[in-house]
């Protein structure tokens, strides 16, 4: 599932107000349920045994959790231990369902990670209200977590493209530097100047020089080498050095 069908299935469900009471007096989870009852929002279920609410919770995922402390077994401070320490109820409300008001005992609950803490003789509209309130929060901080995740999920999927585009830039920089690009040895023949090519066939520098890089080649003669055919032709020393001198003028190339 994406990270958007994730945020839109959170926003359909965000009324949704699933309460889990864990409580062993089953007279005292009849007068929960009965305050319950008129509100068609409320979904209520009711575990009487400590030992199997974290099961149960995992499988309802409730948007609170109402905790009884006087249970046999395991006391109610150790379950909202127990809840923070379960991956699927970490993040959800757990509210302190005591038949006392002890200011200790609400700084223990609210240290262990208690969101709230009820006396049971509450009123009826401040009990729903106060269901509702950390229903909401629950939904809320759901919406905020995925928020983050749909972040990292692009800032990855960013660092990933980026990280692609700087590595086709660089093949691509080295595929250009060794395009049209000579490099390393050159065999060549000391008597006819031709070099050896990738075929090991012989052929003529200035073609091979076309062919492996983007140079035109231009021909022309050299200053020396056209004093030395001056010579060779039976010129006398001056016109030699006449040719000589137009040459330079005229820088043939």
Not at 99 to 115: Q, R
Not at 200 to 229: F, I, K, M, P
């Amino acid at each position: 599932m994406t990270s958007s069908s994730r945020a839109d299935s959170i926003r359909e469900r965000e009324n949704d107000v699933i309460i889990l009471l864990v409580d062993d007096e089953l007279l005292e989870a009849e007068l929960f349920r009965g305050l319950l009852e008129a509100e068609q929002d409320l979904e209520f279920h009711y575990c009487p045994r400590a030992a199997e609410a974290i099961e149960q919770a995992n499988k309802i995922q409730p948007t609170v959790i109402m905790q009884d402390l006087s249970m046999p077994g395991d006391h109610g401070l150790s379950m909202i231990s127990r809840f923070r320490a379960n991956a699927d109820t970490k993040d959800t409300p757990v509210v302190v369902f005591s038949g006392e008001e002890n200011s200790k005992t609400k700084s223990l609950a609210f240290g262990l990670g208690a969101n709230d803490y009820i006396v049971k003789s509450v009123d009826r509209i401040e009990l729903l209200a106060r269901v509702r309130y950390h229903s909401r929060a629950y939904w809320n901080q759901r919406l905020r977590d995925e928020a983050f995740r749909a972040l990292r999920e692009s800032e990855h999927q960013l660092w990933d493209s980026n990280a692609s585009l700087v590595e086709a830039n660089r093949k691509l920089t080295e595929a250009l530097s060794e395009v049209k690009q000579l490099s390393g040895l050159l065999p060549m023949c000391a008597t006819c100047r031709r070099v050896r090519d990738d075929q090991n066939y012989w052929s003529e520098l200035g073609a091979y020089v076309s062919a492996h890089t983007d140079l035109r080649l231009t021909h022309g003669v050299c200053e020396d080498c056209l004093e030395q055919q001056a010579v060779e032709m039976g010129l006398s020393p001056a016109q030699v050095e006449a040719i000589t001198q137009r040459f330079r003028r005229n820088r043939i190339t």
